[in-house]
């Protein structure tokens, strides 16, 4: 299998690549020396189910502080490769490293523990919660107050809740749900709610954000202010990977791209190169 | 003439019948209680004044029916439930014989009153039923219950409220140690036992074996087999039990198939033991089989069947009333009682309808004169001596607080279907 | 050893009473996802039918069989057209609670019916059991053992071979697909519920004979078919038949070779133990997260 | 709807007492106990009253797991049963302080709580259902078959009554002022829980288990610990019961009563703390209000469960409110 890998001689040259700067003029200095720290590793992924190949042999790597597309048609495991990254599934061959540490056998809320977090293709809002508590159990793993913390009331729980408040009012002025506060997450407009549950996200003080389609659903002005919010995200060091169907979104804002189909990995590059890939386009329109 | 009033049944459901939702609790709604629903609504009660109003209503009606001249009686048979096959009975010869009591002018002029409630055999609805009997209708004396269990859970509540109780279950713990306002009309299992025992014995019987119905009757009767098995010089080399909603023992008794006792005891109430029989008969087992006086009705040998002949089975003299010779001295009684059922109830009379029969006779002795005072009920039942009733013989005294002795039962085999007196 | 082979009788015959009921739910599961707590109510119902029509109208054993399935049958029908339709969008566990309602319900109406004394019927196929190699088998056993297997086996036919069932198990794997494709689900729905109840009739008929029969002698019942249910992996129906043999089989085992007092315990230890290897039970359909 | 706020509650930033509404609630709750307390004379009633607090600190506990958690569970009389036995045993048999085999008490509840928790809460579903009726069923089989400790089917006899200094239980009221007050603080404490960090976990995977997980909680450490607190609370009610009946049985504690359990939480109204009391005291209520009905009884009572749950799922908390609500609305 690791020699499969090598009939992809791209990963180590987009690599280099991707040093140049692109059309984003927020790369500046901080990411400049942490260009080369890779935050995740993946290599020579392979998952089944049944007997269907989701992921064949995927290797591929995200430094630090960059935003990394990942496109693909439907069924080419873009959802599977974030469900393994986030630590849902376990791979059958190959590894994953997160910050050089590999994270078979971490549980999923360790893995959120370690800087993780992700959003849904679906959204997946805690419901009946309003929208601060959705943030605060997005906390969940920066918070420490346990049961005897709840029913002794120390002045050190009085004083993380209250923290942990302000923190999440915070976000949420960040990413500009404010008016929503107290609603409930169920009753917020399917743009808002894309948004709170990027809020919830971050609200984990992760340095590795998946968003699974944040798109999705959304009408162009919403798009475009959810494109906004992505940057200034990423203002904030943090890295993230994008699965995206709106190609102008994920194209325009993503710093590297990665092209999946049918389970294997088909490109690596800036968006310009994919744009100007073959493969890219034949398995497009093949698709199409 | 005053009709006896006031019959209230309680609950209803069943043992592990999904009865359960009664299971622990009581009563009538009251206005207070009321209020805190509102609070727990976090809505204003409209809604539950509206239907739980007239639910007060009616309870403040029930109330109402009380009046001064009478004796007020309590009542507790598990009426429903598991041990319906002794509540039923016990509730109705209780009623019959004040109905009897009434017609016959009362007690010193006054009337009786009974007030019945079910304990659906369950321990946590028996307090609730003591409860009310005692703080809301302020009885002066208690029948029942039906069950050791529910007679057990009662205890502190009369003694403390110090109220008599006259027991109608047979568990050895309910008068020993005596507890001063505790009696009890059934005979013990202790005197059941012995009296199998007896048998076997002059069968030259040694080893048996005993497969025992998983409630407390069971428990019970098992408790006391072994306990009395080597005062008779008989070994018991296994025993076993049976869940009392078991469809099939043959598993238990091919256990004790191959072990090859001398005889089987079963001790249970209906239906187990007539699975029992059953499959006793389809295993061929060709040894004596005994039962407990839990089966002994007429009913045992319906469901029973062809599997029925040939068991030997401790009674109370009820079930042979015909058979007994004329000079017994218990014969008129058994006569009058068994007449007098069938012919309000058109029913077979049980030896369990006749601890009640004989807890209201008993309660009427003492009430005699007593002019509703507690204390003097309780020590003249506790003078009570050379009673004739329907169970036996009751000599009660200040130690003994059943009174029976060991020819309160005699032994029957099945025989054609009927029972016959075994001399 | 021929005790053992004793315990094995019964063990297959308790098992095959559970193995109907089990049947009948893991049946209506399959295509409401819906376990029935009343279940156990509807055995009592079969049971106290045959008591009634064969044992006290004398009419033939056939007809007093046929005509008891179907009254109560017609029962689950009103059950389920008079409260789980009404329901509507109830959630899993409020329907649950329903059902529990139904069987208080049923018990209380069975026991003004039929009142509290049990009620015994003769076996179908004569009173004198046979021996095998030293254990006593009754002939009632044997039927049961086949009727069981018939029963299976037909509803198998009924929903892998006949259009109504495939259409069944189309609206149990995606309700919305099947409506979209023109399959009534509520028809379905119904259709499930008189086949279960039919056949927790039908049990009843069958283990009326081995034991006494009174209204109250359905929980126990249904409570050990939801075991056998759930061991054999919730709406499978081969599973459900297994599950309750082997259910019949351990409690058997246990109270021969162990304990009488523990027989339930040890059964239910072991199937514990069998949900905690295998979660979903032993042969684990499709997964059973709702409630 | 200017009232979503409050109607959802937790939301003020003063995490000390939720809101007012809150406030509110509790103080009637403790003048209705207190006044109930001082005006009713009746034995029989204060007795009944004990009993719905006795029930209601079990359907907290229980509700607390099903209602917010979302796990089913058909055997928790079994940790109703152990605090009960428990106490039972240690004060009955060994004449230990019933304060002590309170902690006793609890403590094993917890403890069997997490040994039991631990594989069962791994099932979902239907299967957690079954996994925990198993438990119950073995437990109670314990109680049963264990006669020369627990005294068997015959049930134990011989617990003491509770006393505190000079103060004793023996008394109607006193024994109704000290389970309400255990309610109430009971209460309190379950508020305290859910408007907490924990809380919020907790009904985070009421809401979606899968997201819940994916946001960074321990789902089944936290399912573990709720399953522990609610069996504590069985165990305290367990205490109560068995020190006020002062005679324990082990059908007191079967199959029948888990389901009851489930019954008072599902018709109070899941996910309610105050749900949790209108069930409890409904279906302690309930059979008492249908004795007239003599053998129809059961009828009558499955009918009402049935009709119930049929007009009003979301249990009679919710359903009360929109009878109200709809009332209010008519001019």
Same mark, same amino acid.
């Given at each position: ?26 790369? +500046?200095?901080?990411?400049? +020396? ?74 999923? +809320? ?11 293709? +679906? ?166 | ?43 204003? #009660? ?60 009362? @007690? ?95 069968? #030259? ?50 256990? @004790? ?29 060709? @040894? ?80 005699? #004169? ?54 | ?291 | ?331």
């Amino acid at each position: 299998m690791i020699d499969m890998g090598m009939e992809q001689p791209e990963t180590d040259k987009t690599e280099t690549v991707n040093a140049n700067d692109t059309a984003s003029p927020l790369l +500046h200095e901080s990411e400049l +020396h942490s260009r080369k720290e890779r935050i995740l590793e993946v290599h020579s992924l392979s998952k089944m189910f049944g007997g269907v190949t989701a992921l064949d042999d995927i290797t591929f790597s995200v430094e630090k502080g960059i935003i990394c597309g990942l496109i693909g048609p439907n069924g080419a495991g873009k959802t599977t490769l974030f469900n393994m990254i986030t630590g849902i599934y376990a791979p059958d061959s190959g590894y994953i490293l997160f910050k050089g540490k590999s994270i078979r056998k971490i549980p999923v +809320h360790a893995l959120v523990k370690a800087g993780i977090a992700r959003t849904f293709q +679906h959204v997946e809002l805690f419901g009946s919660m309003t929208l601060l508590e959705n943030v605060l159990v997005g906390m969940h793993v920066r918070t420490r107050s346990g049961f005897w913390g709840a029913v002794t009331r120390l002045p050190w729980v009085l004083r993380e809740e209250r923290k942990a408040r302000e923190r999440a009012e915070e976000l949420i002025n960040f990413t500009g749900l404010s008016d929503y506060t107290h609603r409930s997450a169920g009753d917020l407009p399917i743009g808002r709610q894309k948004m709170a549950e990027i809020a919830r996200a971050l609200a984990s003080e992760p340095s590795l954000l998946l968003l699974d389609e944040p798109a999705a659903g959304l009408n162009a002005v919403e798009t475009e202010a959810l494109g906004l919010l992505i940057e200034k995200v990423k203002k904030k060091g943090i890295t993230m990977m994008l699965v995206e169907h709106d190609m102008s979104l994920a194209m325009g804002i993503s710093d590297k791209v990665i092209v999946l189909d049918r389970g294997r990995k088909l490109a690596e590059g800036t968006p310009r190169e994919i744009q100007n890939n073959q493969d890219v386009m034949d398995a497009y329109l093949g698709e199409a | 003439m005053r009709k006896t009033a006031g019959k209230v049944q309680d609950g209803t459901a069943v043992e592990g019948g999904i009865g359960m939702l009664n299971h622990m609790n009581p009563p009538h709604m009251n206005p207070i209680d009321n209020r805190k629903h509102r609070v727990g609504a976090g809505a204003p #009660g409209s809604f539950l004044l509206r239907y739980m109003l007239p639910a007060l209503l009616i309870c403040l009606m029930t109330m109402a029916a009380w009046a001064d001249e009478t004796y007020k009686i309590g009542g507790i048979f598990s009426a429903t439930g598991p041990a319906s096959f002794l509540g039923d009975p016990e509730q109705k010869s209780m009623e019959m014989m004040i109905e009897q009591i009434n017609a016959a002018g009362g @007690i010193d002029g006054r009337m009786l009153q009974a007030v019945i409630y079910d304990s659906e055999g369950d321990p946590a609805k028996a307090v609730s039923a003591v409860n009310k009997l005692l703080h809301k209708d302020k009885v002066i004396a208690i029948i029942g219950p039906s069950t050791t269990p529910t007679t057990l859970a009662i205890i502190n509540f009369v003694e403390r409220a110090k109220v008599p109780l006259i027991s109608c279950a047979a568990g050895i713990a309910i008068t020993t140690p005596v507890k001063p306002w505790v009696f009890k009309t059934a005979q013990s299992d202790l005197l059941a036992v012995a009296a199998v025992y007896q048998h076997m014995q002059a069968r #030259g019987i040694k080893k048996i074996s005993i497969l025992t119905v998983a409630n407390a009757f069971g428990e019970s009767g098992r408790n006391q087999l072994l306990d009395q098995a080597a005062k008779f010089n008989i070994e018991v080399i296994q025993s076993e039990s049976f869940g009392p909603k078991d469809t099939d023992m043959t598993a238990q008794l091919t256990k @004790i198939k191959s072990a090859s006792p001398d005889a089987v005891v079963c001790w249970g109430t209906n239906p187990g033991p007539a699975v029992v029989a059953r499959n006793v008969k389809q295993l061929r087992m060709e @040894i004596p089989l005994y039962q407990s006086h839990g089966v002994a009705s007429p009913k045992f040998i319906e469901l029973a069947g062809d599997a029925s002949e040939g068991i030997i089975l401790p009674t109370g003299k009820i079930l042979v009333t015909s058979l007994l010779q004329d000079n017994d001295p218990q014969k008129s009684i058994l006569e009058k009682y068994e007449t007098d059922y069938m012919e309000k109830y058109k029913a077979n009379v049980s030896g369990f309808g006749g601890y009640a029969y004989d807890a209201v006779n008993l309660l009427a002795k003492a009430l005699k #004169g007593s002019g509703g005072d507690r204390e003097k009920i309780r020590s003249s039942l506790e003078s009570i001596g050379n009673h004739m009733g329907v169970s036996g013989e009751f000599n009660f005294s200040r130690e003994d607080h059943n009174g029976l002795s060991s020819d309160a039962f005699v032994m029957v085999e099945i025989k054609n279907g009927t029972w016959k007196l075994i001399k | 050893m021929q005790e053992i082979l004793q315990y094995i009788f019964s063990g297959l015959t308790t098992g095959a009473i559970y193995a109907v009921i089990a049947l009948g739910l893991s049946m209506l599961y399959s295509s409401t996802e819906l376990i029935n707590f009343s279940h156990g109510e509807f055995v009592m119902l079969g049971a106290m039918g045959i008591v009634t029509l064969w044992v006290h109208m004398a009419l033939p054993l056939a007809v007093a069989f046929f005509l008891t399935v179907a009254c109560v049958a017609c029962t689950g029908l009103l059950f389920e057209r008079l409260a789980i339709r009404t329901a509507g969008n109830a959630g899993h566990i409020e329907l649950v609670i329903i059902t529990v309602g139904a069987s208080i319900f049923l018990r209380g109406v069975g026991m003004v019916i039929w009142g509290k004394d049990p009620f015994s019927v003769p076996p179908f196929l004569g009173h004198d059991s046979i021996e095998i190699a030293g254990a006593a088998l009754l002939p009632q056993s044997v039927f049961i053992v086949i009727a069981a297997l018939v029963l299976a086996g037909g509803i198998h036919f009924f929903l892998k071979r006949t259009l109504t069932g495939k259409a069944m198990i189309a609206c149990a794997v995606n309700k919305k697909a099947a409506w979209l494709s023109g399959i009534p689900s509520s028809t379905m729905a119904v259709t499930a519920f008189v086949i279960s109840t039919g056949t927790g009739a039908a049990a009843g008929v069958f283990i009326a004979p081995i034991t006494m029969s009174s209204y109250d002698m359905g929980t126990m019942l249904g409570l050990k078919g939801f075991c056998a249910a759930m061991i054999g992996g919730l709406g499978s129906l081969w599973g459900a038949f297994a599950g309750g043999l082997l259910l019949g089989l351990l409690e058997s085992l246990g109270a021969g070779l162990l304990s009488s007092g523990f027989k339930d315990a040890i059964a239910f230890v072991l199937l514990l133990l069998i949900l905690y290897i295998r979660p979903g039970g032993i042969f684990a359909a499709r997964d059973a997260k709702r409630f | 709807m200017k009232d979503t706020e409050n109607v959802t509650g937790y939301s003020g930033n003063i995490v000390i007492i939720s809101n007012r509404r809150d406030i509110a609630a509790n103080a009637i709750f403790v003048t209705a106990v207190l006044m109930c307390g001082i005006a009713v004379q009746n034995t029989y009633y204060l007795q009944i009253m004990t009993f719905i607090g006795i029930n209601t600190l079990l359907a907290l506990g229980l509700n607390m797991l099903m209602g917010y958690a979302g796990q089913v569970s058909l055997g928790h009389a079994a940790f109703y049963g152990i605090g009960a036995y428990t106490t039972a045993v240690l004060s009955g048999t060994f004449g230990v302080s019933p304060w002590a085999a309170l902690v006793c008490a609890v403590a094993g509840a917890v403890l069997v709580a997490f040994v039991v928790g631990l594989p069962t809460l791994r099932l979902s579903g239907y299967y957690l259902g079954m996994g925990t009726l198993g438990f119950g069923m073995i437990v109670n089989i314990i109680f049963r078959e264990w006669s020369s400790v627990t005294g068997g089917s015959s049930g134990f006899v011989g617990i003491p009554m509770l006393e505190a200094g000079s103060l004793s239980f023996m008394d109607g009221k006193n024994y109704f002022f000290l389970v309400w007050g255990v309610v109430f603080g009971a209460i309190l404490l379950c508020r305290r829980i859910l408007s907490s960090r924990m809380g919020r976990a907790l009904r985070s995977i009421h809401d979606g288990e899968k997201a819940s997980m994916a946001v960074g909680v321990n789902t089944h450490f936290l399912k573990l610990q709720i399953f522990m607190f609610s069996a504590a609370l069985g165990a305290v009610a367990g205490f109560l019961y068995a020190h006020f009946v002062m005679f324990i049985s082990p059908e007191s504690f079967g199959f029948m009563v888990s389901v009851k359990m489930v019954t008072m939480v599902v018709i109070g109204g899941m996910a309610s703390v105050w749900g949790a009391l209108l069930g409890a005291s409904l279906l302690t209520l309930l059979p008492e209000m249908l004795h007239g009905f003599a053998e129809y009884e059961m009828i009558v009572f499955g009918l009402i469960l049935m009709l119930v749950m049929i007009f009003m799922p979301q249990g009679l908390t919710r359903g009360l409110l929109d009878i109200y609500g709809h009332w209010k609305k008519r001019p």
